[in-house]
């Protein structure tokens, strides 16, 4: 089945750097990836929808410029936690979809998820 | 935004026992899916109900579907230890750039 990719899956760093995650899908094209991130014992909770070749979409709440995103190719989407804070910590788990699946109203198609990553920040 | 709860919030079972997690949603779904999480971990995916489809086994699921209700449930039988885990319900997508939108989840523990 179709794969995704994230890396890294757990990442440290200091208050006031940046952390770069990337999400990759490796056999299949997503012109469409979204980012969600989770608090513990929480639910996953959307970001943003990335789409390939123009700018994300972020969900009300969430600062487009501490997370940056970009979708350079349809198989790989980055996002960039920009002068992290200890409150940024925490899940962020990535989706993609095969740009082949069927659209709605046939078959609907599966998102794909990646492993996740932990970021702490101290 | 969350589509809506999932009842229980955490369930505690004893292996072999029947594992049943409700999840209810608010607006119209084209389908409705299952996820495990294990902790620390990212998602698995369990199952796809359609909506138009009622019922659907997988193995030990069943996943029911009512969308008159606006609900779904899950129920894992003959639970084992390596059941434990997060359940997520998520509805949708409606089209490639939907995205799921998640329930609140319920903790499983299976005791052995």
């Known amino acids: 089945g179709a794969v995704v990719s994230q890396h890294p899956s757990r990442v440290i760093c200091k208050s006031g750097t940046s952390v770069k995650i990337e999400c990759r899908s490796l056999d299949f094209q997503a012109t469409t990836m979204f980012w969600y991130r989770q608090f513990p014992k929480q639910s996953l909770m959307l970001m943003a929808t990335?789409?390939?070749?123009?700018?994300?979409?972020?969900e009300q709440g969430v600062e487009k410029d501490k997370f940056l995103i970009n979708h350079a190719s349809l198989t790989l989407s980055t996002l960039t936690v920009t002068s992290a804070h200890p409150e940024d910590s925490s899940f962020y788990i990535c989706?993609?979809?095969?740009?082949?699946?069927?659209?709605?109203?046939?078959?609907?198609?599966?998102?794909?998820f990646g492993q996740g990553t932990r970021l702490t920040v101290v | 935004s969350q589509q809506g709860e999932e009842d229980p919030q955490a369930l505690s079972i004893q292996e072999g026992e029947n594992a049943t997690m409700n999840c209810s949603y608010k607006t119209s779904i084209n389908n409705l899916q299952w996820y495990r999480q294990n902790s620390g971990r990212g998602l698995v995916h369990l199952i796809l109900i359609r909506s138009n489809e009622r019922e659907k086994h997988s193995g030990r699921l069943r996943v029911t579907l009512d969308t008159s209700k606006k609900s779904s449930s899950l129920l894992i039988t003959a639970s084992r230890a390596a059941d434990t885990a997060s359940y997520f319900c998520a509805t949708g997508p409606f089209s490639g750039n939907t995205p799921l939108v998640f329930g609140k989840g319920t903790r499983l523990s299976v005791i052995a």
């Open positions: 990335s789409n390939e070749g123009s700018k994300a979409t972020y």
């Open positions: 989706s993609a979809r095969d740009r082949a699946s069927p659209s709605a109203g046939t078959l609907p198609s599966r998102a794909f």
